[in-house]
């Protein structure tokens, strides 16, 4: 332990700020490039004090430019540095989509490895915070659908800090999705100095016999919420928090499906073509003749994220999610 | 009423961004002033540099037809923008090119089997060889333009006097990348130059029904980048405005545009008949009056350089290099598909491990 000064439990906005600040510490190829992040410490704060201790050659303000800056980002992640990109909502990436798909996630198998883009998009995800329209989208499967590009989201402050180091320190392309509804809503003791979580491990949040709850972002405490009241009927649930939604934990899918045989996918994103449903496939794939019940999905809806006066109605809720556990288990 | 200015001004561009020309479409020099870069060396240097990859390009055009390698896209016409620009880069420098500029990415060292085998399929092709930084060719338009102001950013921030180019058609300049390449590179003032070669056709679409605007130098003016246009057919003229804008780059002063007006005489690529949209007797018209090879020859001849047996030499050499060069790409080994998987991550993930062993499988390979 390094000093007996109590540290201040961190919230999920301050264990990436933290992460942040180790790796611009540790590497001097690290920079950090965004609208609003500099002078303004970002728009919820996650790179507060970030530019009065490291400058402005490394704490940098863009133009209003996703396209642009993240083209640029991709040239200099290709010739040795190591860009970690705000985007300010995931629903203002669209711009910047050409760039990670036609370049960012392919210039490696384009060269055969020659070239290279070890690059970090951080993006603010998810509805749940009374936003304005378009700062809610939770379109995390457009991301996994581009071969070559990993997708991170952490829910918890210990493993946002963990994986937000492991993401600035992998050689590939990195999207960082941040669920915005947890920035603030809980803290927790996270170790100072550099740790990393395992990119592509999900982690047991809660260990049960009857139902696997799998879910991610702020997704994992509405289950977790979920299996609590649960336990008063007497149904025991397993919650997986899967972090990384590419690649997937299939592993930890299995096993767990394996074991209880019935499973329920949380996610706040639309159904169709979803990540949910690869994990159903990676059910069917792996563990269908252990299933007692067929696995359910409890998701937004197929409509575009609504106006923040509908959103409730939009969003998984634990009631929901009871719902759906009580249909397995009776099935 | 209130009449809002400007309606005029656009067109008076033209004038405010003149054609700069060292060499006539006669091979005369025209400027006093630098008539010392006139060499016979560098004369001979430009000569064979364009007669090499002329040489190349038409020989792609009948492997195409041959079927030996895929669709390829020629740049016939513009031989001078592309030696004369890739002729002043140093070799730390960083190379954008699109799919068209494959002749400046031989000139500047790009290996001509690799060139091939990116034509034909592999993407192999897309390695430079001795540590070149050749970016693989953009293919969509502009895209590659905020990668230079990028790699540009990054040589500042490492302290070198290393520049790149991007290099980029007429059609590229109504694409957002372009404005927020050159926006960025403004802001950060990043060595980078920003090489549009304006052959006047996006495929088939005409710069008439591509921009309002006469010139694309003058776009620059909203970046407070400094652009000139230039003869894209003198290759005197693109190496002189091009070397200048590196020592600016090399020296901190930022980004520069230039427009380098030329034509493309043949067709976008191997697949389309530009017939169809346009009038080929233009083409002609231009190959008979304009070409930079022909130039270069006249000028050859005026200064009293010109030797038959020293061009047919030339001419020979690079028939003999390109021959050798196609001999390789079709002696290159087989593709081997494990390899497809072990380049998407540098460490492989679970899912594309069992593809890969199922691939595999299917074709009775033991890796």
Not at chain 1, 85 to 112: C, D, K
Not at chain 1, 121 to 137: K, L, N, Q, S, T
Not at chain 2, 150 to 177: L, M, P, Y
Request: charged residues 20%; proline residues 6%; aromatic residues 8%.
């Amino acid at each position: 332990m390094k000093s007996s000064v109590e540290r201040k439990p961190l919230t999920l906005a301050g264990a990436i700020n933290e992460a942040l600040s180790v790796m611009l510490e540790e590497d001097e190829r690290v920079l950090l490039l965004g609208e609003d992040i500099g002078q303004n410490g970002g728009v919820f704060r996650v790179t507060e004090g970030l530019k009065d201790a490291f400058g402005e050659d490394r704490v940098i303000d863009t133009p209003l430019s996703e396209a642009g800056f993240v083209g640029a980002a991709i040239g200099m992640a290709a010739n040795g540095l190591k860009p970690v990109v705000e985007i300010q909502f995931l629903g203002f990436i669209y711009p910047a989509y050409e760039q990670l798909m036609t370049h960012a996630v392919r210039l490696r198998s384009r060269t055969m490895g020659h070239f290279t883009v070890p690059l970090v998009i951080r993006a603010p995800y998810g509805a749940g915070v009374r936003a304005p329209e378009i700062h809610c989208d939770s379109t995390e499967s457009i991301f996994t659908h581009m071969p070559g590009l990993k997708v991170v989201c952490p829910s918890s402050p210990y493993d946002a800090k963990g994986l937000m180091i492991a993401a600035i320190e992998d050689p590939d392309p990195v999207l960082f999705l941040e669920p915005m509804r947890q920035y603030r809503s809980s803290a927790e003791e996270v170790p100072e100095g550099k740790y990393t979580v395992e990119i592509g491990k999900g982690k047991t949040m809660l260990e049960g016999e009857d139902v696997t709850i799998i879910a991610w972002g702020a997704m994992v405490s509405v289950s977790m919420k979920a299996a609590e009241s649960l336990l008063q009927e007497n149904v025991s649930c397993e919650v997986i928090d899967l972090r990384t939604l590419s690649p997937i934990d299939e592993d930890l899918i299995a096993s767990s499906v394996q074991k209880t045989g019935r499973t329920v996918i949380v996610q706040e994103s639309h159904p169709q073509s979803s990540v949910a449903n690869d994990v159903l496939s990676i059910i069917n794939d792996t563990s269908f003749l252990y299933q007692k019940a067929p696995a359910a999905k409890v998701s937004g809806f197929d409509m575009p994220v609504p106006y923040f006066g509908y959103e409730d109605f939009y969003l998984p809720t634990p009631e929901r999610v009871v719902q759906a556990v009580m249909d397995v288990v009776n099935f | 009423m209130t009449v809002i200015p400007g309606k005029e001004r656009g067109r008076t561009m033209e004038k405010t961004y003149p054609i700069q020309q060292l060499l006539d479409p006669d091979g005369k020099w025209t400027s006093e002033e630098l008539r010392s870069l006139l060499t016979e060396e560098r004369t001979k240097s430009f000569y064979m540099n364009m007669v090499r990859i002329r040489t190349f390009d038409r020989k792609a055009i009948s492997l195409q037809r041959q079927g030996r390698i895929g669709t390829y896209a020629p740049f016939e016409g513009q031989e001078a923008s592309q030696v004369g620009s890739a002729l002043c880069l140093l070799q730390d420098d960083w190379m954008f090119p699109t799919y068209r500029d494959h002749g400046a990415a031989m000139t500047f060292g790009h290996s001509l089997r690799n060139v091939l085998l990116f034509w034909n399929g592999r993407n192999e092709g897309n390695i430079p060889p001795n540590g070149l930084k050749i970016f693989p060719p953009g293919i969509p338009i502009a895209t590659q333009i905020p990668h230079a102001a990028g790699a540009a950013f990054a040589e500042k921030r490492k302290g070198t006097k290393n520049a790149a180019i991007a290099f980029f058609g007429d059609g590229a300049t109504s694409e957002g990348d372009f404005h927020e390449g050159l926006n960025f590179a403004a802001v950060f003032q990043s060595p980078v130059i920003f090489f549009n070669q304006n052959n006047q056709y996006a495929i088939s679409v005409p710069l008439s029904k591509q921009m309002k605007t006469k010139t694309i130098a003058q776009k620059a003016l909203a970046y407070d980048i400094p652009s000139l246009r230039i003869d894209g057919n003198d290759v005197y003229a693109v190496y002189h405005y091009v070397t200048q804008a590196l020592e600016r780059a090399r020296a901190g002063n930022g980004p520069t545009l230039i427009e380098a007006v030329t034509w493309r005489y043949g067709a976008h690529t191997t697949a389309d008949d530009p017939s169809k949209y346009r009038d080929q007797q233009e083409s002609n018209l231009r190959r008979e009056q304009f070409d930079p090879i022909l130039r270069i020859e006249k000028c050859l001849k005026i200064n009293g350089w010109y030797e038959e047996g020293w061009t047919q030499d030339i001419k020979q050499q690079a028939v003999e290099e390109i021959e050798q060069a196609v001999m390789e790409m079709e002696d290159f080994p087989a593709p081997d598909p494990a390899v497809l998987f072990d380049h998407v991550y540098k460490n492989p993930v679970p899912s594309l491990v069992k593809q890969k062993s199922y691939l595999m499988g299917l074709l009775g390979g033991n890796s």
